[in-house]
C-alpha cells in the first residue's frame, strides 16, 4: 500500500526565480541535507547519491513532465518506489506557491517503521523550509532551464504506477533513497532515529548499514582533547580548518580555544544550517589532520546539528550553557 505526502510553502521570491532553481537538480546538495550528490545525466535522468545516519544510497529518477514556471514530475527508475511533483504558482507581489505531492511505497523493516513514525513527512516539510530559506537568502537563482519535457501522463500527479519498474528491492533503498528521489533528504533527527529503532529490529532479510556512536568512556572530558586526537593546549590555532563529522562536512572553524578545561572550536556552518555557528567541545575531535587542515569528530551531521544552540544574547561563559552543552555531547561518549 503506498502512502501520499502533500505538503506546500510560500516563498518570497517570484515564480521564475523559485522554479529556476528548482531545475538546477545538481545544486539541491547546497540547502538539502544528506544529498551528497545529484548528477544530471540528460534532460531526464538523473543520478542521486545520499547519505542518512551512516547509510550511504545511490539510485536513478526520470523527469515525466516539466514545464517552465508551472512543474516538474518524476519517477523512480531504480533503487526506490517513488514518484511525485512539484508545481509553482504565482500569487503576486513577488511570492510564489510550491506545493509538494510524493507517493511512495514503504519497503522493508527500515522503511515502514519510518513511515508509522511519519518521517518521510517531516523530512519534506524540512527540506521545503530549506528551500525556502536558501532561495530567499540568494534572492535570485544559481542558474535555470528552460526546457521542457514532454509529459507522458495526463494526470496532474503521477501515480505510484509510474514507478512500477523500481519495485522489489527489498527496503534496500533505505528511507534515504526514498525520501532524498522527491525533495531530498532532510538530514532529520526523526530519520536518523527511525534507523537507529530499525536496526536494533533487523531480520536477516533487512539490513542497514547504521553510523556506530563513539565508543563510550567513563573518563570522557568534554572540554579537554582526546588522547587520540594528539592536541594539546598551546598547540596552534585551528582558524580556518575545515570540519568534517562523520557522515561529512559541516563547514569552517572561526574560533578556537585551547584554555585548559574550556577547550572547544567555534565552528561557522555556512549554507548547511544558515549562517548558524555550533560549538564542538575538544572532547568531540578524533583527530587532527594540520597538513590538509582538516579536524575530524566522530559525530553525525545531524547529532552536531541538533546541539544547544548558542544564542546571540548567551556569553559561552555562561556557565548553565556550557553544562548544557557538555551533558549533550556526553550523551554520545559517556
Not at 544564542?311 to 556550557?322: G, K, L
Request: aromatic content about 8%.
Amino acid at each position: 500500500m503506498s502512502t501520499k505526502v502533500e505538503k506546500s510553502i510560500l516563498v518570497n521570491v517570484p515564480l521564475s526565480v523559485a522554479y529556476n532553481q528548482w531545475t538546477q537538480f545538481e545544486d539541491f546538495p547546497r540547502f538539502m541535507g544528506g544529498v551528497k550528490s545529484v548528477t544530471q545525466l540528460d534532460d531526464e535522468h538523473l543520478n542521486w547519491v545520499a547519505e542518512i545516519a551512516g547509510v550511504r544510497r545511490q539510485w536513478n529518477a526520470r523527469i515525466l513532465e516539466q514545464v517552465p514556471d508551472q512543474k516538474v514530475s518524476w519517477a523512480a527508475t531504480e533503487g526506490a518506489t517513488n514518484s511525485g511533483s512539484v508545481t509553482f504558482e504565482d500569487v503576486g507581489g513577488g511570492q510564489t506557491q510550491v506545493r509538494l505531492v510524493l507517493e511512495y511505497e514503504p519497503e522493508g523493516l527500515v522503511e515502514k517503521i519510518g513511515d508509522k513514525l511519519n518521517v518521510v513527512e517531516n523530512i519534506a516539510e524540512k527540506d521545503l523550509d530549506r528551500f525556502k530559506a536558501f532561495i530567499e537568502s540568494e534572492g535570485y537563482a544559481t542558474g535555470a532551464w528552460r526546457g521542457s519535457v514532454a509529459g507522458g501522463t495526463t494526470a496532474d500527479e503521477p501515480g505510484i504506477e509510474t514507478a512500477a519498474a523500481s519495485r522489489g528491492d527489498s527496503g534496500k533503498a533505505g528511507i534515504s533513497g526514498k525520501v532524498a528521489a522527491g525533495v531530498g533528504l532532510a538530514a532529520a533527527g526523526a530519520a536518523a532515529a527511525a534507523v537507529g529503532v530499525a536496526a536494533s529490529k533487523q531480520s536477516p532479510d533487512d539490513t542497514a548499514d547504521v553510523t556506530s556512536t563513539p565508543a563510550p568512556s567513563a573518563s570522557w572530558d568534554a572540554w579537554n582533547y582526546r588522547q587520540p586526537a594528539r592536541r594539546t593546549q598551546g598547540a596552534g590555532s585551528l582558524v580556518g580548518y575545515g570540519v568534517h563529522a562523520s557522515d561529512g562536512d559541516i563547514g569552517k572553524i572561526d574560533e578556537s580555544s585551547d584554555e585548559v578545561g574550556t577547550s572547544r572550536l567555534v565552528v561557522d556552518t555556512g549554507a548547511w544550517i544558515f549562517g548558524r555557528k555550533v560549538i564542538l567541545p575538544a572532547g568531540t575531535i578524533e583527530r587532527v589532520d594540520d597538513a590538509d587542515r582538516k579536524v575530524y569528530v566522530d559525530l553525525t551531521k545531524d547529532q552536531i546539528k541538533n546541539s544547544p544552540e548558542l544564542d546571540q544574547d548567551t556569553d559561552f561563559d555562561d556557565v548553565a550553557y556550557r553544562n548544557r552543552l557538555g551533558d549533550y555531547y556526553g550523551g554520545f561518549y559517556r
